[in-house]
Protein backbone atom coordinates (compact mmCIF):
# COMPACT_ATOMS: atom_id res chain seq x y z
CA UNK A 1 0.00 0.00 0.00
CA UNK A 2 3.31 2.25 -0.15
CA UNK A 3 2.20 4.05 -3.35
CA UNK A 4 -1.49 4.66 -1.93
CA UNK A 5 0.27 6.93 0.97
CA UNK A 6 2.22 9.50 -1.79
CA UNK A 7 -0.02 12.11 -1.16
CA UNK A 8 1.44 14.78 -3.08
CA UNK A 9 1.94 12.95 -6.65
CA UNK A 10 -0.87 14.10 -8.25
CA UNK A 11 -1.05 17.54 -6.91
CA UNK A 12 0.26 21.31 -7.51
CA UNK A 13 0.70 23.84 -5.63
CA UNK A 14 -1.38 27.11 -6.04
CA UNK A 15 -0.95 30.69 -3.90
CA UNK A 16 -4.21 31.40 -2.60
CA UNK A 17 -5.60 33.59 0.11
CA UNK A 18 -7.03 31.86 3.45
CA UNK A 19 -9.92 33.09 5.69
CA UNK A 20 -10.48 31.64 8.72
CA UNK A 21 -12.83 33.90 10.81
CA UNK A 22 -10.64 37.00 11.32
CA UNK A 23 -7.74 35.30 10.48
CA UNK A 24 -6.17 36.28 6.16
CA UNK A 25 -3.57 34.09 5.21
CA UNK A 26 -1.48 34.17 1.67
CA UNK A 27 0.02 30.43 1.50
CA UNK A 28 0.37 28.05 -1.09
CA UNK A 29 -2.11 25.06 -1.05
CA UNK A 30 -1.94 21.86 -2.84
CA UNK A 31 -5.21 21.36 -5.21
CA UNK A 32 -5.71 18.14 -7.12
CA UNK A 33 -4.36 17.97 -11.00
CA UNK A 34 -7.14 17.39 -13.68
CA UNK A 35 -6.60 15.79 -16.49
CA UNK A 36 -8.34 15.25 -20.04
CA UNK A 37 -7.83 11.74 -21.62
CA UNK A 38 -8.70 10.88 -24.75
CA UNK A 39 -9.26 6.93 -25.79
CA UNK A 40 -8.93 6.21 -29.53
CA UNK A 41 -10.35 2.50 -29.66
CA UNK A 42 -9.35 0.84 -32.97
CA UNK A 43 -8.47 4.08 -34.83
CA UNK A 44 -11.69 5.81 -33.81
CA UNK A 45 -12.18 8.21 -31.12
CA UNK A 46 -14.45 6.81 -28.28
CA UNK A 47 -14.32 8.73 -24.96
CA UNK A 48 -12.91 11.70 -23.31
CA UNK A 49 -12.21 11.11 -19.67
CA UNK A 50 -11.70 13.64 -17.10
CA UNK A 51 -9.46 12.09 -14.34
CA UNK A 52 -6.91 12.45 -11.29
CA UNK A 53 -2.75 12.20 -12.94
CA UNK A 54 -1.88 8.05 -12.23
CA UNK A 55 -2.72 5.02 -13.08
CA UNK A 56 -4.19 5.54 -16.50
CA UNK A 57 -3.27 2.39 -17.66
CA UNK A 58 -5.31 0.75 -15.00
CA UNK A 59 -8.57 3.24 -15.83
CA UNK A 60 -8.69 2.32 -19.17
CA UNK A 61 -8.63 -1.17 -18.71
CA UNK A 62 -11.35 -1.17 -16.08
CA UNK A 63 -13.38 1.65 -18.14
CA UNK A 64 -13.25 -0.66 -21.32
CA UNK A 65 -14.38 -4.00 -18.98
CA UNK A 66 -16.91 -2.17 -17.27
CA UNK A 67 -18.77 -0.73 -20.55
CA UNK A 68 -18.50 -4.81 -21.88
CA UNK A 69 -15.66 -4.04 -24.63
CA UNK A 70 -13.08 -6.35 -23.37
CA UNK A 71 -13.93 -9.12 -21.45
CA UNK A 72 -10.26 -9.66 -20.10
CA UNK A 73 -6.40 -8.10 -20.39
CA UNK A 74 -5.65 -10.46 -23.17
CA UNK A 75 -7.99 -9.01 -25.18
CA UNK A 76 -6.32 -5.69 -25.62
CA UNK A 77 -3.76 -6.03 -28.39
CA UNK A 78 -1.86 -2.56 -27.82
CA UNK A 79 -2.18 0.02 -25.32
CA UNK A 80 -0.36 2.90 -25.80
CA UNK A 81 -0.75 6.13 -23.29
CA UNK A 82 0.98 9.55 -23.58
CA UNK A 83 0.05 11.53 -20.66
CA UNK A 84 1.44 14.94 -21.54
CA UNK A 85 -0.55 14.87 -25.17
CA UNK A 86 -3.81 13.20 -23.05
CA UNK A 87 -3.93 10.63 -25.88
CA UNK A 88 -4.34 6.95 -24.87
CA UNK A 89 -5.21 4.50 -27.97
CA UNK A 90 -6.31 0.98 -27.95
CA UNK A 91 -6.26 -1.65 -30.37
CA UNK A 92 -8.34 -5.02 -29.29
CA UNK A 93 -7.54 -8.68 -30.38
CA UNK A 94 -11.25 -8.40 -32.05
CA UNK A 95 -11.42 -5.23 -33.74
CA UNK A 96 -14.89 -3.20 -33.51
CA UNK A 97 -16.97 -5.63 -30.95
CA UNK A 98 -20.57 -4.96 -30.73
CA UNK A 99 -20.22 -3.26 -27.30
CA UNK A 100 -17.97 -0.67 -28.63
CA UNK A 101 -20.86 0.37 -31.59
CA UNK A 102 -23.31 0.69 -28.89
CA UNK A 103 -21.38 2.90 -26.29
CA UNK A 104 -23.13 5.48 -24.84
CA UNK A 105 -26.77 4.63 -26.14
CA UNK A 106 -29.67 4.79 -24.37
CA UNK A 107 -32.45 2.05 -23.42
CA UNK A 108 -35.47 2.05 -21.91
CA UNK A 109 -36.80 -0.43 -19.60
CA UNK A 110 -38.76 -0.91 -15.97
CA UNK A 111 -36.61 -0.81 -12.75
CA UNK A 112 -36.60 -3.02 -10.63
CA UNK A 113 -40.10 -5.09 -11.10
CA UNK A 114 -41.66 -1.72 -9.73
CA UNK A 115 -43.17 -0.09 -12.52
CA UNK A 116 -40.58 2.57 -12.80
CA UNK A 117 -38.73 3.68 -15.39
CA UNK A 118 -35.27 4.27 -15.67
CA UNK A 119 -32.65 5.00 -18.47
CA UNK A 120 -29.67 2.49 -18.66
CA UNK A 121 -26.91 2.45 -21.25
CA UNK A 122 -27.42 -0.19 -23.65
CA UNK A 123 -23.92 -1.77 -22.63
CA UNK A 124 -25.04 -1.43 -18.85
CA UNK A 125 -28.24 -4.01 -19.50
CA UNK A 126 -25.72 -6.29 -21.41
CA UNK A 127 -22.93 -6.71 -18.96
CA UNK A 128 -24.84 -5.97 -15.54
CA UNK A 129 -24.98 -9.66 -13.45
CA UNK A 130 -26.39 -10.74 -10.27
CA UNK A 131 -24.30 -11.19 -7.90
CA UNK A 132 -24.18 -14.25 -5.98
CA UNK A 133 -21.42 -15.50 -3.45
CA UNK A 134 -21.39 -17.09 -0.15
CA UNK A 135 -19.19 -13.98 1.59
CA UNK A 136 -20.03 -12.88 4.82
CA UNK A 137 -19.14 -9.69 6.60
CA UNK A 138 -19.26 -8.61 10.68
CA UNK A 139 -20.01 -4.89 11.61
CA UNK A 140 -16.71 -4.61 13.60
CA UNK A 141 -15.27 -5.24 9.84
CA UNK A 142 -17.53 -2.55 8.18
CA UNK A 143 -16.10 -0.41 10.84
CA UNK A 144 -12.38 -1.34 10.57
CA UNK A 145 -12.18 -1.17 6.82
CA UNK A 146 -13.95 2.47 6.66
CA UNK A 147 -11.16 3.42 9.38
CA UNK A 148 -8.33 1.78 6.88
CA UNK A 149 -9.97 4.22 3.78
CA UNK A 150 -9.78 7.15 5.71
CA UNK A 151 -6.16 6.40 6.84
CA UNK A 152 -4.36 6.42 2.99
CA UNK A 153 -6.47 8.99 2.10
CA UNK A 154 -3.98 11.77 2.51
CA UNK A 155 -4.51 13.10 -0.86
CA UNK A 156 -8.03 13.94 0.63
CA UNK A 157 -6.90 15.52 3.53
CA UNK A 158 -4.84 17.69 1.74
CA UNK A 159 -6.88 18.87 -1.35
CA UNK A 160 -10.44 17.59 -0.18
CA UNK A 161 -10.32 16.67 -3.82
CA UNK A 162 -10.05 13.26 -4.16
CA UNK A 163 -12.78 10.15 -4.30
CA UNK A 164 -10.97 7.16 -2.77
CA UNK A 165 -11.87 3.35 -2.92
CA UNK A 166 -10.01 0.31 -1.95
CA UNK A 167 -10.34 -3.66 -1.78
CA UNK A 168 -10.24 -5.25 1.20
CA UNK A 169 -9.97 -8.56 2.58
CA UNK A 170 -8.97 -10.40 5.91
CA UNK A 171 -8.61 -7.47 7.63
CA UNK A 172 -6.69 -5.18 5.37
CA UNK A 173 -6.83 -3.33 1.83
CA UNK A 174 -5.66 -5.40 -1.03
CA UNK A 175 -5.62 -2.43 -3.61
CA UNK A 176 -6.55 0.96 -3.36
CA UNK A 177 -7.40 4.11 -5.76
CA UNK A 178 -8.08 7.43 -5.46
CA UNK A 179 -9.28 10.06 -8.30
CA UNK A 180 -11.35 13.00 -9.02
CA UNK A 181 -14.28 11.03 -10.24
CA UNK A 182 -16.40 8.64 -8.58
CA UNK A 183 -16.96 6.16 -11.55
CA UNK A 184 -12.87 6.28 -12.10
CA UNK A 185 -12.08 5.21 -9.02
CA UNK A 186 -14.11 2.30 -9.83
CA UNK A 187 -11.77 1.89 -12.96
CA UNK A 188 -8.77 2.15 -11.67
CA UNK A 189 -9.59 -0.75 -9.60
CA UNK A 190 -10.99 -3.11 -11.65
CA UNK A 191 -8.38 -2.09 -14.26
CA UNK A 192 -5.44 -3.13 -11.61
CA UNK A 193 -7.38 -6.24 -10.46
CA UNK A 194 -7.67 -7.35 -14.66
CA UNK A 195 -3.67 -6.55 -15.29
CA UNK A 196 -2.49 -7.98 -11.99
CA UNK A 197 -4.93 -11.13 -11.68
CA UNK A 198 -6.68 -10.43 -8.24
CA UNK A 199 -10.12 -11.98 -7.73
CA UNK A 200 -12.76 -9.47 -6.79
CA UNK A 201 -15.48 -11.73 -5.57
CA UNK A 202 -13.93 -12.93 -2.37
CA UNK A 203 -13.54 -8.87 -1.49
CA UNK A 204 -14.72 -6.35 -0.21
CA UNK A 205 -15.70 -2.61 -1.88
CA UNK A 206 -15.33 0.20 0.50
CA UNK A 207 -15.98 3.77 -1.20
CA UNK A 208 -15.61 7.29 0.41
CA UNK A 209 -18.70 8.95 -1.39
CA UNK A 210 -22.01 8.39 -2.48
CA UNK A 211 -23.74 5.51 -4.22
CA UNK A 212 -25.52 6.26 -7.13
CA UNK A 213 -27.20 3.93 -10.00
CA UNK A 214 -24.27 3.64 -11.95
CA UNK A 215 -21.82 3.39 -8.95
CA UNK A 216 -24.03 0.41 -8.33
CA UNK A 217 -23.98 -1.23 -11.81
CA UNK A 218 -19.77 -0.68 -11.85
CA UNK A 219 -20.25 -2.92 -8.70
CA UNK A 220 -22.19 -5.64 -9.95
CA UNK A 221 -19.59 -5.75 -13.12
CA UNK A 222 -17.22 -6.27 -10.47
CA UNK A 223 -18.18 -9.25 -9.43
CA UNK A 224 -18.37 -7.67 -5.98
CA UNK A 225 -21.24 -8.58 -3.69
CA UNK A 226 -20.51 -6.13 -0.49
CA UNK A 227 -19.96 -2.42 -0.93
CA UNK A 228 -19.46 0.18 1.98
CA UNK A 229 -19.36 3.98 1.43
CA UNK A 230 -18.66 6.25 3.75
CA UNK A 231 -21.99 8.76 2.66
CA UNK A 232 -25.38 7.54 1.36
CA UNK A 233 -26.93 5.73 -1.24
CA UNK A 234 -29.67 6.67 -3.87
CA UNK A 235 -33.14 5.21 -3.86
CA UNK A 236 -32.02 3.81 -7.43
CA UNK A 237 -29.24 2.20 -6.71
CA UNK A 238 -30.48 0.43 -3.43
CA UNK A 239 -33.54 -1.06 -5.62
CA UNK A 240 -30.83 -2.16 -8.10
CA UNK A 241 -28.64 -3.74 -5.46
CA UNK A 242 -32.14 -5.56 -4.28
CA UNK A 243 -32.18 -6.89 -8.00
CA UNK A 244 -28.54 -7.56 -8.50
CA UNK A 245 -27.44 -9.21 -5.33
CA UNK A 246 -25.47 -6.67 -3.56
CA UNK A 247 -25.19 -5.89 0.17
CA UNK A 248 -25.07 -1.69 0.23
CA UNK A 249 -23.66 -0.31 3.85
CA UNK A 250 -23.81 3.40 3.67
CA UNK A 251 -22.62 6.21 6.20
CA UNK A 252 -19.94 4.36 7.63
CA UNK A 253 -18.15 5.99 10.15
CA UNK A 254 -17.08 5.72 13.32
CA UNK A 255 -19.44 3.07 15.20
CA UNK A 256 -22.38 3.76 12.88
CA UNK A 257 -23.98 2.60 9.74
CA UNK A 258 -26.61 2.05 8.18
CA UNK A 259 -27.50 -1.29 5.75
CA UNK A 260 -29.92 -1.00 3.30
CA UNK A 261 -30.28 -4.81 1.13
CA UNK A 262 -29.51 -7.87 1.13
CA UNK A 263 -28.93 -7.90 5.34
CA UNK A 264 -28.11 -11.35 5.23
CA UNK A 265 -24.70 -11.13 4.66
CA UNK A 266 -24.48 -9.30 7.58
CA UNK A 267 -23.55 -11.39 10.89
CA UNK A 268 -24.77 -10.39 14.02
CA UNK A 269 -28.24 -8.55 12.80
Not at 73 to 98: C, F, W, Y
Not at 100 to 126: I, P, Q
Not at 214 to 228: G, H
Amino acid sequence: MSEAMNACKGTTNYQIVKINGQSIESMNEPVIEEIPLTIFLNGKELVTMLAAAGEEKYLVIGFLATEGIIQNINEIKTLDIDVMQGVIHVTTVSGETAAEKMFLKRYLTACCGKGRSAFYFVNDVLTAKTVSTELTISIKEVMQYSELLEAVSETFRLTGGVHGGALAKNGELVCWSQDIGRHNVFDKLYGRCLTEGISTYDKILVFSGRVSSEILLKVSKMNISVIIARSAPTSLAIDMAEELGVTVIGFARGQRCNIYSHKERVLGL
